[in-house]
């Protein structure tokens, strides 16, 4: 049994509703996807396995569709793609498709992954994966928490510059939530500059005694952080530390996969 039968099998599906040309042509597009520059026909057939005769008459039939583009000697993606690609993103808001991304990373770390923006004084919640429930409130689309004290409001205030910080600061209603929370104005503006420095936030217990998170920015293609993305736990569950080894580089990998899809909106 082949790969293919087996994850047709794995799948619930039988061999026969297979369509082998299809996985075929598929597999050239996922070739061409990682040669911006273009692969000539005997490199093709190379990097997919299949015989010259094979990838060639799947290369002039994606180029017959459209989907490819013939230059000279060498095969390259067309702009059919991304046009498929911009109709299945306009489909929905961009957070359901990063909804899965957002899952992968709950799932990984056993915790509750959020997104958010800016508006006001607060961060809103536009995308939640729920972990173990960790907070005297609940959440979703749509809640609010303060920026000043919250992991993502921080990495959000990260994109104002000196004044536009200053003018937020002096107008914000600040207040101790717990003994852990920096009310200090100066001490804040500091701690965001650190945030704008190292490209990421911790907070530890400044909301809510017991909950600790962590945050980075999530970039529009022009550079500005466009949201932050967020795993929160309990602090008994990850120091500082581990939060910086084990759930920092799952967070930035995943803050990428969005931008991915932020750069084709």
């Known amino acids: 049994m ?6 047709m099998r794995e799948g619930g599906a039988s061999a026969r509703d297979f369509v082998g040309s ?3 042509g598929l597999g050239v597009i996922e070739v061409l996807a990682g040669a911006p520059a273009g692969l000539r026909l005997t490199q093709v057939a190379e990097a997919t396995g299949l015989t010259r005769a094979g ?3 799947l290369l002039l039939t994606l180029v017959a569709e459209g ?3 013939q230059e000279g000697r060498n095969f390259l993606l067309s702009a059919r793609l991304l046009s498929l690609v911009r109709t299945w993103l306009g489909g929905s808001s961009i957070w359901a498709h990063a909804q899965p991304v957002m899952r992968a990373v709950s799932q990984a770390l056993g915790e509750s992954c959020s997104a958010a923006v800016l508006e006001g004084e607060d961060v809103v919640y ?5 972990g173990r429930r960790i907070m005297s409130v609940s959440l979703g689309p749509g809640a609010r928490l303060p920026a000043y004290c919250t ?12 004044a536009e910080l ?3 600061l002096d107008k914000a209603a600040i207040r101790a939530n717990t003994p852990k929370t920096v009310t200090d104005r100066q001490a804040l503006a500091a701690r965001v500059a650190m945030v704008r420095r190292q490209g990421y936030a911790i907070v530890d217990e400044e909301l809510e005694l017991g909950l600790r998170s962590i945050a980075v920015p999530v970039r529009a293609p022009g550079g500005r952080i466009a949201a932050a993305l967020n795993v929160s736990t309990q602090s008994a569950r990850f120091t500082c530390e581990e939060m910086r080894q084990i759930v920092l580089p799952c967070l930035l990998d995943a803050a990428r996969k969005i931008e ?3 750069a084709l909106q």
């Open 67 to 69: 989907y490819v583009r």
């Open 151 to 162: 992991s993502m409001g921080r990495v959000l205030l990260s994109d104002l510059d000196e």
């Open 166 to 168: 200053a003018r937020f």
């Open 2 to 7: 082949d790969d293919a039968d087996k994850s």
């Open 22 to 24: 299809l996985a075929k």
């Open 260 to 262: 991915d899809f932020l």
């Open 126 to 130: 536009v995308a939640r994966v729920a």
């Open 55 to 57: 990838a060639r008459r």
